[in-house]
């Protein structure tokens, strides 16, 4: 769970990185997406991995899609891939 909720507030952080107009959607997005998921069993573990591994797949595509620097995202990395 402490793990999840890092992943949450780094994706959050990338948010802010996004053009104004497009950060409120995002922001809204990640919340409903780590919502959905809160009723995952967090003893498993290979459910957990591929939540994170997803997050962070994800959170590259939209930093792309901006042109934002994928190296921004580096803590995530660490943190989905921990």
Same mark, same amino acid.
């Given at each position: 769970?402490?793990? +999840?909720? !890092? +992943?949450?507030? &780094?994706?959050?952080?990338?948010?802010?990185?996004?053009?104004? &107009?497009?950060?409120?959607?995002? *922001?809204?997005? *990640? !919340?409903?997406?780590? %919502?959905?998921?809160?009723?995952?069993?967090?003893?498993? *573990?290979? +459910?957990?991995? &591929?939540?994170?591994?997803?997050?962070? %797949?994800?959170?590259?595509? %939209?930093?792309?899609?901006?042109? %934002?620097? &994928?190296?921004?995202?580096?803590?995530?990395?660490?943190?989905?891939? *921990?």
């Amino acid at each position: 769970m402490h793990t +999840a909720l !890092r +992943a949450y507030g &780094e994706v959050l952080r990338l948010v802010r990185r996004l053009p104004q &107009e497009t950060r409120g959607y995002y *922001a809204k997005y *990640a !919340r409903e997406n780590f %919502v959905n998921f809160r009723e995952v069993d967090p003893n498993d *573990a290979g +459910a957990i991995d &591929e939540l994170l591994k997803r997050t962070y %797949v994800h959170s590259l595509w %939209v930093l792309n899609k901006y042109s %934002v620097d &994928e190296s921004v995202a580096d803590k995530l990395k660490g943190i989905c891939s *921990a």
